[in-house]
């Protein structure tokens, strides 16, 4: 199979997964981009999602754009970037003409509530496997534990892009 | 109260130029940092509530059905904006304002800042920024946890979906289909008026 298309596949299948915002895309873009199909090395996965929560917009999109490009240039970006979204512009150009049938009948929402969960299985799972990678030693545990600290003492008002730029400024001292 | 979510083509006001759905995408698109639930957020703020190109309530229903469906929640209620707003080719427009400036941004930040990673410097501020997401992670599991996992029956569905990828080492959206499915089947049945469209965001 011709690069681009496996390129396309992954992120058509990054897109389908991105249920609920950002975080539970890191799981399948571990799972597809590092584990499986071994395009990008871990610390270069997490440079791209670092990236991506640093700029503007969603952190698949990002992903995509910035795999896409890592990988054949600009075809490549914007390919990964398409093939990100299409899943979901699909599944809503369906629903929104028969939305109000829809409300009804087949209950969208008892399902939602597994898939809700199910997200949060994988964000925890993602805890697990992308930690594993990241986290080499009582140090690098230590930075961690206090990120989360500060995260949970500030619960929201803190923007998370300011405990990652000190994390870095951390690292850039202490590594 | 029920608001059509189709497009409403008895529309008496002028309808909006396509231009300036474009523009007012493409710049709330660049300048929001935060990931999707801020950018609708700011959406709403500017379409619904300063400009009035759609009614409040409307964007309401529009972002609830934003949320069930996957994908990118911005790029998912630009579409339905847009599609509300000019039909097929406003929304066309509304997807392109809103991911272009990421796109642009990420090629420039690829193209003109990767030759700099191998500085050590860079490198291990970089490995910084990677710990922090661990956090951010352990910090969303958290707070949905909290909320979601409150009896055996969400544990049970929780774990149905780490399964497949934790196990079996397959695609974790195996793990959300399974977890939809089993949590269809275990978990009550809501009431059929749940309006609120509360889907976390992580």
């Known amino acids: ?175 | 109260m029920s608001h059509s979510i189709r497009q409403n083509e008895e529309n008496d006001s002028m309808p909006v130029s396509l231009i300036s759905i474009f523009w007012t995408f493409f710049r709330i698109g660049l300048f929001t940092l935060g990931g999707g639930m801020a950018m609708s957020l700011v959406m709403r703020h500017e379409l619904a509530i300063k400009r009035r190109w759609v009614k409040d309530a409307d964007f309401m229903s529009l972002m609830s059905l934003a949320t069930v469906v996957p994908g990118a929640i911005a790029v998912n209620i630009a579409y339905l904006l847009g599609r509300r707003m000019r039909s097929h080719i406003g929304a066309v427009m509304a997807v392109l304002g809103t991911i272009l400036p990421s796109f642009f941004v990420i090629l420039i930040v690829a193209g003109v800042f990767l030759p700099f990673i191998s500085n050590p410097k860079v490198t291990a501020f970089f490995r910084g920024c990677a710990i922090a997401i661990v956090s951010q992670l352990a910090f969303t599991g958290f707070i949905f946890g909290r909320t979601l996992l409150r009896n055996w029956k969400q544990c049970a569905v929780c774990a149905a979906g780490m399964i497949p990828a934790c196990v079996f080492g397959i695609h974790p959206i195996f793990g959300i289909i399974t977890a939809g499915v089993l949590g269809y089947w275990l978990l009550p049945k809501k009431k059929p008026e749940g309006a609120g469209g509360n889907a976390p965001t992580a």
């Not at chain 1, 992120?11 to 981009?33: C, D, K, N, S, W």
């Not at chain 1, 939602?112 to 140090?139: D, H, N, P």
Request: charged letters at 10%; one cysteine or more.
């Open chain 1, 1 to 175: 199979m011709p690069l681009l298309l496996k390129l396309v596949i992954s992120f058509m299948l990054i897109g389908l997964g991105a249920y609920g915002g950002g975080m539970v895309t890191i799981p399948l873009i571990q799972h597809e981009l590092v584990d499986s199909r071994h395009w990008l090395e871990f610390s270069e996965m997490a440079r791209i999602l670092v990236v991506s929560q640093m700029t503007p917009g969603p952190i698949a999109v990002n992903a995509a754009t910035f795999t896409g490009f890592r990988l054949s240039g600009i075809p490549g970006a914007i390919l990964a970037t398409v093939a990100v979204i299409v899943p979901s512009i699909v599944i809503l150009a369906l629903l929104v003409p028969c939305i109000e049938r829809f409300k009804n009948k087949w209950n969208l929402r008892d399902f939602m509530q597994g898939i809700k969960i199910g997200v949060l299985g994988l964000i925890l799972f993602a805890v697990w496997s992308y930690g594993k990678a990241a986290i080499k030693g009582w140090l690098d545990l230590a930075i961690a534990a206090a990120a989360f600290l500060v995260l949970a003492v500030f619960e929201g008002k803190l923007h998370p892009v300011i405990v990652i730029l000190a994390c870095g400024v951390i690292g850039a001292i202490v590594f």
